[in-house]
T-cell receptor, first 114, second 114 residues
């Protein structure tokens, strides 16, 4: 069975600073990995996904993530935080077949300090 | 146009009552899901339907009964509501069942059981 671990349930960064949200995965088969964002009182929205193509994946709103097999990691980064980035971020993992196998992490709340 | 819409957005009810949440997607997707998000933001899949056929039922009490009249609709009926059912319920859809798919989420239905 696959799983993800998000280190840090809360992360605070200053506006303009680097954003780094950590995600480590566990999977017995090559995984597909996802980052979703949830703004207050909204549903989840896909930021980016890794599906065994390029290991550096670019997503919406300037976010990117790098798949590192040796470290079993898929950390999310953004060079310069914006106030509008404040949200809950979820890492998720899936096996090659079956979206119902998508397993979410416990989320990281990102706060941006003006 | 909202891609995945849920109604109602808020639901407050007494223990023991029966309630329903409706979900519709206009994306032409084959697969729909119900997720439960608890107070700690943990997301857990409840049901998955593919072309109106139940694919997964993840250890959900039989008080919860999903119904899919067509592939664009997936409703959730809950009998004999309990305090522990208080949560945000998210409907989602994906083009198909493959693990490389993206899930599109509704805005959620916040259920409060008193």
């Amino acid at each position: 069975a696959q799983s993800v671990t998000q280190l840090g349930s809360h992360v605070s960064v200053s506006e303009g600073a680097l954003v780094l949200l950590r995600c480590n995965y566990s999977s017995s088969v090559p995984p597909y990995l996802f980052w979703y964002v949830q703004y207050p009182n909204q549903g989840l929205q896909l930021l980016l996904k890794y599906t065994s193509a390029a290991t550096l994946v670019k997503g919406i709103n300037g976010f990117e993530a790098e798949f590192k097999k040796s470290e079993t990691s898929f950390h999310l980064t953004k060079p310069s935080a914006h106030m509008s980035d404040a949200a809950e971020y979820f890492c998720a993992v899936s096996v090659s077949f079956g979206n119902e196998k998508l397993t979410f992490g416990t989320g990281t709340r990102l706060t941006i300090i003006p | 146009d909202t891609a995945v819409s849920q109604t109602p957005k808020y639901l407050v009810t007494q223990m023991g009552n029966d309630k329903s949440i409706k979900c519709e997607q206009n994306l032409g997707h084959d697969t729909m899901y119900w997720y439960k998000q608890d107070s700690k933001k943990f997301l857990k899949i409840m049901f998955s339907y593919n072309n109106k056929e139940l694919i997964i039922n993840e250890t959900v009490p039989n008080r919860f009964s999903p119904k899919s009249p067509d592939k664009a609709h997936l409703n959730l009926h809950i009998n004999s509501l309990e305090l522990g059912d208080s949560a945000v319920y998210f409907c989602a859809s994906s083009q198909d069942r493959t693990g490389t798919g993206e899930l599109f989420f509704g805005e959620g239905s916040r259920l409060t059981v008193l």
